[in-house]
């Protein structure tokens, strides 16, 4: 990444501001499903969807989380079978237009796991909390992964990754 940590948040903010602001939300998720309906189920990698399927398969609860805007995650959520979603908040103004801006914080880092970890208490019975299983790709998910019972590198860049001292998926 050429930026990380505040400075990758405002360009990203700075980003959204130029292409999305004044849009209405309808309109970009439905931009998003279209998206995702003829991209990302094509693309994603036979690991991470068999990995997935794994998951579903023994009734485990599947959130997908990541800094991308929660609307577009909540598109690739339904496609791929999981029971939540959890990104990127928009602001929208009083007539359903995005500002641009996030509403809360980026998801991502810190902000990922306190996420998260609201998400999971939710599903704890008293003391009981469930096993996590976490699956990350980016310098972002090093503290989801690092909370997590059983952590996931399911980036590409192997050992030259950020998130090198994780096991690997396959």
Same mark, same amino acid.
């Given at each position: !990444? ?5 400075? @990758? ?10 292409? #999305? ?14 998206? !995702?309906?003829?991209?990302? &189920? ?15 398969? #023994? ?11 929660? #609307?577009? %995650? +909540? %598109? ?14 928009? @602001?929208?103004?009083? *007539? +359903? ?5 996030? *509403?809360?914080?980026?998801?991502? +880092? ?5 996420? *998260? ?37 399911? +980036? ?5 990754? &950020?998130?090198? !001292?994780?096991?690997? *998926?396959?």
């Amino acid at each position: !990444a050429l930026m990380s940590g505040t400075a @990758a948040d405002t360009a990203k903010e700075s980003l959204f501001r130029r292409t #999305l602001q004044g849009r209405t939300l309808e309109e970009v998720t439905e931009a998003s499903r279209e998206f !995702a309906h003829h991209h990302v &189920a094509k693309e994603l990698r036979p690991a991470v969807r068999a990995r997935l399927d794994e998951h579903l398969a #023994l009734g485990h609860r599947v959130v997908l989380v990541s800094a991308s805007p929660e #609307l577009y %995650v +909540g %598109v690739i959520a339904e496609l791929l079978g999981a029971h939540g979603f959890l990104g990127t908040r928009l @602001a929208v103004d009083p *007539l +359903g237009r995005l500002t641009g801006g996030y *509403l809360g914080n980026n998801c991502r +880092g810190e902000e990922k796991l306190r996420r *998260l970890t609201e998400w999971v208490d939710h599903l704890s019975v008293g003391d009981n909390k469930p096993e996590l299983y976490a699956y990350g790709n980016s310098r972002g998910d090093r503290r989801m992964l690092s909370a997590a019972d059983h952590p996931v590198d399911c +980036g590409q860049l192997g050992t030259l990754g &950020a998130l090198r !001292a994780f096991p690997r *998926l396959g």
